[in-house]
Structures are given as C-alpha cells and as structure tokens.
C-alpha cells in the first residue's frame, strides 16, 4: 500500500518498509501523562529503535493544538514539523445520532430499566491494576441501592492493558463494557448521560458533547 494509517504505534514486520511509503499516526487521544520516549525509565535500545527506526518512517503525526506540538515531537522522536494540527478524526463520531436503546439492548440480554447510563473508564496503570472504588467505606450494597433508586446503569470501560481489582459482577446495574461488547468506544461514547475517569485522555473527547464528567483518581500521577 502507497499509504499506512496508525493509531497506535507501528508494527515490527514495517521494519523494512519502503520509506516512500506515506505513514500517518493518528495516535488515539491526548496525551495528559509521558508517552513513548518521555517515559521514565526507557531503555537505550527501545530509544535507538524509535530514533534510528521507526521515527524515520513517519510523514506525519496528528494532534489537536499548537501546545502539543514540542510533546509530540519528543515522545516520537520526530521533528515538530512533521506534527499536524488537524483535530483527531475519531471525535466526528461524536456528532453521529445514535440509538441508545437498541445499541445497548445488541450488547446485554438482560438490562435493568434506566433513565441514565454512566461510563467509568479508568486508564491504564501499567501491572499495577485498577481500583474501581477506592473509599474506605465503600459499600456495594449502599451503591445498588442508589443506583436502583435513581434507575442508573454504570459501565465500566477498563483499558485494554489493565486488569481490575474489584469484583463487581454480582450487582445488575453495574456492567462491563470491554473490547468483547465493542472494540471502539468512541463509536458510542455520546450515548452515555455522564463520565467517570481518572486521567484518562477519553475525557478531553467528552468534553466536546459538554455533558458532567467525574474526575476520580487514587494513586500518583
């Protein structure tokens, strides 16, 4: 192919890609904590191949501001003029009208009646694993109970990389929303009432929708 589109990283066998070849990174959000080569603790070889590899194969790397230029450039190793300033095209489908009810009815055999739906989608914490709830008096039952006066659903969206502490399953109005219901969340992101996230870059897309977000985070950045 004449043209390579990424949103992630760039895969081993492209080593010996044709370097007249077009390669775009879309990348998949903002990055609000160190990526790539920013990272602590990066080894000398994983900076020789990003440096001497795979940064050369890049056109161009997308973002979303002029302010992300320089932290971009860094984290790829490439020369900020090969980062663009055109918006994430993932965001459009913000503005797709979406049927809620039948989206979610495709997804879960058994659903409680609801008036609101939550997303709680924590990032990814390396082998650390996620703490949904961390209170020290956190009590599942007061939280059913809430969540069944108020006619609330919670799905949680863990990160592809992590893993979850907390065993939830047993509740009917709390559910998991991995990549087994659907690979890209960003497809439905709009259908949920309010979201719940750490530092998770998926709540810079929310914004745009200008619904509440919940900001809940138990550990250093």
């Known amino acids: 192919a004449g043209c390579w589109v990424t949103s992630a990283g760039l895969p081993v066998y492209f080593l010996g890609a044709d370097r007249r070849r077009v390669v775009l990174n879309l990348w998949h959000g903002i990055p609000l904590k160190k ?3 920013l990272q602590k603790n990066v080894s000398k070889f994983t900076k020789m191949y990003f440096n001497q590899i795979f940064s050369k194969k890049y056109t161009a790397i997308i973002t979303t501001s002029r ?3 320089p932290i971009m450039a860094k984290s790829f190793g490439v020369e900020e003029k090969k980062i663009k300033v055109l918006g994430q095209p993932r965001n459009d489908l913000l503005w797709i009208k979406n049927d809620r009810k039948n989206i979610l009815k495709s997804m879960y055999e ?3 009646y609801y008036k609101k739906v939550i997303l709680y989608a924590p990032t990814f914490r390396d082998d650390k694993g996620v703490t949904l709830f961390p209170f020290k008096d956190f009590n599942i039952n007061k939280l059913n109970d809430f969540l069944e006066e108020q006619k609330i659903v919670i799905f949680i969206r863990s990160h592809k990389s992590s ?9 009917k109005r709390i559910k998991f929303m991995n990549n087994d ?4 969340i960003m497809e439905i992101l709009n259908i949920f009432d309010l979201l719940i996230t750490d530092y998770s870059g998926i709540y810079i897309d929310y914004l ?5 977000i919940i900001f809940l985070s138990n550990d250093n950045l």
């Open 163 to 171: 893993y979850i502490k907390n065993t939830l399953s047993k509740s």
């Open 110 to 112: 058994h659903l409680p």
């Open 181 to 184: 219901k659907i690979k890209d």
């Open 208 to 212: 745009l929708i200008q619904r509440p």
């Open 67 to 69: 302010i992300f230029i």
């Open 35 to 37: 990526i790539a080569l």
